[in-house]
């Protein structure tokens, strides 16, 4: 019940947002999204409703991990929105599915749909939607190959999880590698597609898209193809996230590497999965500081490099501690080329990610961006600097300090996923 | 009570660097409550010492960390709280002078107080950042912080593996007893090794007096952890003799240069807020480390050396400092830049005859490393420096891309050698060859003074692996006589 009203409480906000004037609509935005936090916050106490077993909606652990991560990511940069406020409450909503959804159709309706909503926010242009449109047909191809694939041994097609874990041992091999790949190419040209802000949300509901499939490819023992594909999408998340990085796409970019990182962490499996799991929950907090302390002020111009740096992935902030796990993991499965590569194109990403965002530092463009300001769109509502503040204490906090309950959902989800603590 | 001491210190530094953007309106204010800490911390440090040569032994703390990587444990013992103090008292004079830098301090100290890889890798990670932010090339000083921070992490990584977790003592326990200590190990040193020569070229570069302070605790922070990992093999090292030489000619050189001629420029620029002028950084920077190293040797009561492993490790990292040296060569643009760090390898050049030697050194030893120390460290870079000008006038810029092609290729170059050779030969023809790459691809007579200078140190390892050092001797002397012509014409063009 609670899971049904935290997908349709959104989606009745959005419609009736539609004929408000922009100052209500933003109140209303504002106030679905403390809602929705709250739901989900209320979840994690100990509220039931997160459906039973076999029900084409419940909450698993990957799932809630994600609804929580999308949630606060959602309250954190609405509070900075002014303009379409509709658009932001619809893909609230169809998040919300792809997190909670059991079937992978509904999990490529809601993506497709939040895609789609995200894509159409004023600084996408037409290339976007078409990219969009590319990305979103890929990963119906991916999810109707599994599908294929399991209608191998029945007759009967479904493509709920539960069915499809059930009939994976007898899959083909090819029809299920074939699946997963367009899979997680569609996903990642969805995710490539939406304009920056609204792109992070984005990409962690898709996430949950990628992560339903790699658990089918997982139970179908294609485990090596599925790991290795996803190692390297991983690394050429961040191979692109560090030639593109720019001050314009700084907040993309950021949330592109690291998507590499969770990417790569969650192909090497083993202890990396938890690592890769908590790489997401840190990111998600760092990034939330980068953006709530962009807002070209000189008053918060040291809690942007502060912010910066979180979001890097210097020590000692959260970040940095999971990519050390994640490095540490791969290290210890033996796979030092591969671990070494990581910390290296980490370190590029960083350093790209310092010369586009600190002012002060060579060829960043300061004097362009100064000289560019005059004919630039009003600027955002400022956030002042206590949410940053707090944010980048979030990102201190987390990277030496590690909630039970957070841990214990963390390790569940990568047992899920084929990892262990 | 000693550790909660130094504990409580570091953690006054880090909330005091939190809270200074926020007294930033009040800097008086800021300056004396800045240097009222840091004088605090420095006398509890050196209480922390004293306790501890009185025979108080402070037992670690280990706390459970809920990450499933590294743990909270933190000790001291005699090494931990020389440095601690050394820095400390470094801290302290920079905030009585304005240029406080409590974040570095306090995350010197996690480095000198831990007593897990995952917590020494932080503090060492927020040191270098730190550094990197402060320096007047950033982009670089980060680069060069981030880059250097992989081999260690790799190193501390591997040693893991073998390991099982990142503790000392179970670093410690997974090094072979004797024989080779395992790539991480290496990695780790050359990780440390790499950036105590990195901050020390630094300190010698740096412009304002925060740069200088930071780059005056983050080269004893490098030293320190590089000998806590040559700790690891067991047994004393025979460091502290060494540091304790080094630190006394240090500060004697420091001495005679502030006496003999600019001792009114080093008020100025105290005054002005400045760095100090360029002969009196290094040394300084030499003299806090050999000063820790001394300190460290009188409060843990080490006995001599045990010959072997020691030894091995000195002259491995004086090569090493050699390499690193010709490589940052290749990219150097400044004159003093250049200068400084031939006068390193010329140092380090000078030391290795006496790494080298089993027992106390013979006469002849000492006049090879007397005489290497006069050509290769002082004149030969004065050489340089006239060559090149010594108004400051930077060599003609160059695109950052042909720059870091040259480093790659010299790194290759270094790596190949000590492919195919092992020890003093692969440091010698890597040097060689990274001189002819100076050579052939930099433009300009001057360069070509530093090219040859280049080579000529190249000699050097060659000659005393045949234990023939006074050869190269007479080959410095020879380029020292077909050098001066240029390196003087220059001058004279330059003031004409």
């Not at chain 2, 570095?104 to 917590?119: N, P």
Request: proline share 6%; charged share 10%.
């Amino acid at each position: 019940m609670t899971l049904a009203l935290l997908i349709a409480v959104p989606a009745l906000l959005a419609i009736a947002a539609l004929p408000l004037p922009p100052r209500a609509a933003r109140s209303v935005l504002v106030g679905g999204a403390t809602l929705h936090l709250g739901g989900v916050v209320a979840l994690w106490i100990g509220l039931p409703g997160r459906g039973v077993a076999g029900a084409p909606l419940r909450l698993d652990a990957p799932g809630h991990l994600f609804l929580t991560i999308v949630s606060g990511l959602f309250l954190l940069t609405a509070v900075r929105e002014w303009q379409g406020a509709p658009r932001w409450l619809a893909l609230l909503s169809a998040l919300s599915l792809a997190c909670a959804g059991q079937d992978l159709a509904l999990v490529w309706i809601a993506v497709a749909a939040a895609t789609l909503a995200a894509a159409a926010a004023p600084p996408a242009g037409a290339p976007c939607r078409v990219l969009a449109a590319v990305g979103i047909t890929a990963a119906l191809l991916g999810t109707l190959f599994l599908g294929v694939a399991a209608s191998a041994r029945s007759a009967e097609v479904s493509l709920s999880l539960p069915a499809l874990l059930d009939a994976a041992p007898g899959m083909p091999g090819a029809w299920v590698r074939t699946g997963f790949a367009l899979a997680l190419l569609g996903q990642g040209i969805q995710i490539g597609s939406a304009p920056a802000p609204l792109s992070a949300i984005l990409a962690n509901g898709a996430l949950v898209g990628v992560l339903r499939s790699f658990q089918v490819c997982l139970a179908a023992g294609q485990a090596g193809f599925a790991r290795g594909l996803l190692v390297a999408f991983g690394f050429a998340w961040l191979g692109i996230a560090i030639a593109r990085m720019e001050r314009e796409r700084l907040l993309a970019c950021a949330g592109m590497a690291n998507l590499g990182a969770i990417s790569v962490g969650v192909g090497l499996g083993g202890s990396a999965t938890f690592a890769a799991l908590l790489h997401a929950v840190n990111h998600a907090v760092a990034w939330t500081a980068l953006f709530l302390a962009d807002d070209r002020r000189p008053a918060t111009g040291r809690l942007r490099t502060v912010a910066v740096l979180a979001a890097a992935g210097a020590a000692p902030f959260a970040p940095f501690m999971s990519q050390l796990m994640i490095f540490q993991s791969a290290v210890r499965a033996g796979h030092v080329a591969l671990g070494l590569l990581l910390a290296l194109l980490l370190a590029l990403a960083f350093l790209t990610l310092a010369r586009a965002a600190l002012p002060t530092l060579p060829g960043s463009g300061a004097t362009t961006t100064a000289t560019a300001t005059a004919d630039r769109p009003p600027a955002p509502p400022t956030t002042g600097w206590v949410a940053p503040l707090l944010a980048c204490a979030a990102a201190l906090a987390l990277g030496v300090y590690l909630p039970p309950a957070l841990s214990r959902l963390l390790a569940s989800a990568a047992g899920l996923l084929g990892g262990r603590r | 009570m000693v550790l909660a001491l130094l504990l409580g210190a570091g953690a006054v530094h880090a909330v005091c660097g939190a809270l200074a953007p926020l007294v930033a309106r009040a800097p008086r204010a800021a300056r004396l409550v800045g240097a009222g800490v840091a004088l605090a911390s420095a006398v509890g440090a050196g209480a922390a010492a004293w306790a501890l040569a009185a025979g108080v032994d402070p037992a670690p703390l280990a706390l459970t960390w809920p990450l499933p990587i590294g743990e909270v444990a933190v000790g001291v013992d005699a090494l931990s709280a020389s440095f601690l103090l050394a820095v400390h008292v470094v801290t302290a004079l920079a905030a009585m002078s304005g240029a406080a830098a409590p974040l570095v301090a306090a995350a010197a100290a996690l480095v000198f107080l831990a007593r897990d890889g995952v917590l020494l890798l932080v503090g060492w990670e927020v040191v270098s950042l730190a550094g990197g932010f402060r320096g007047d090339r950033r982009l670089a000083g980060l680069a060069i912080a981030q880059l250097g921070t992989v081999p260690l992490l790799l190193g501390f990584a591997l040693l893991a593996g073998r390991s099982g977790d990142y503790a000392f003592t179970s670093f410690a326990a997974a090094l072979p007893e004797r024989g080779l200590a395992g790539t991480g190990f290496v990695l780790a040193v050359v990780g440390f090794g790499a950036g105590a020569v990195f901050w020390l070229v630094h300190a010698w570069r740096a412009r304002g007096r925060a740069a200088a302070a930071i780059a005056a605790v983050a080269t004893p922070a490098a030293i320190y952890g590089g000998l806590r990992v040559v700790g690891f093999l067991g047994g004393p090292p025979s460091w502290p003799v060494a540091a304790l030489a080094g630190g006394l000619l240090a500060a004697a050189a420091l001495l005679v240069a502030a006496l003999v001629s600019r001792a009114p420029a080093v008020r100025l620029a105290w005054r002005d807020r400045r760095a100090p002028p360029l002969p009196y950084r290094a040394p300084a920077t030499v003299a806090v480390v050999a000063a820790a190293a001394a300190l460290a040797w009188i409060l843990g009561g080490t006995p001599p050396p045990a010959a072997g492993a020691a030894i091995a490790s000195w002259s491995g990292l004086l090569l090493l400092a050699l390499a690193l040296a010709d490589l940052y060569l290749l990219a150097a643009s400044g004159p003093a830049a250049c200068a400084g760090a031939l006068v390193i390898q010329g140092v380090a050049l000078a030391a290795l005859p006496l790494a080298l030697a089993l027992g106390p050194p013979g006469a002849r030893t000492v006049a090879t490393a007397a005489g290497a120390l006069a050509l290769n460290a002082a004149i030969l870079p004065w050489l340089a420096l006239r060559a090149l000008g010594a108004g400051g006038a930077p060599l003609p810029a160059e695109p950052v891309g042909r720059k870091a092609i040259r480093v790659l290729v010299g790194s290759l170059l270094v790596a190949l050698w000590f492919y195919l050779a092992r020890g003093l030969v692969a440091a010698g023809l890597s040097a060689v060859a990274l001189g002819l790459l100076v050579l052939a691809s930099r433009r300009g007579a001057a360069v070509r003074v530093v090219g040859t200078a280049m080579l000529v140190n190249g000699a050097f390892p060659f000659a005393v692996a045949l234990g023939r050092g006074e050869l190269a001797l007479l080959l410095d002397v020879l380029a020292v006589l077909s050098l001066w012509g240029i390196a003087l014409r220059r001058a004279e063009t330059s003031t004409s």
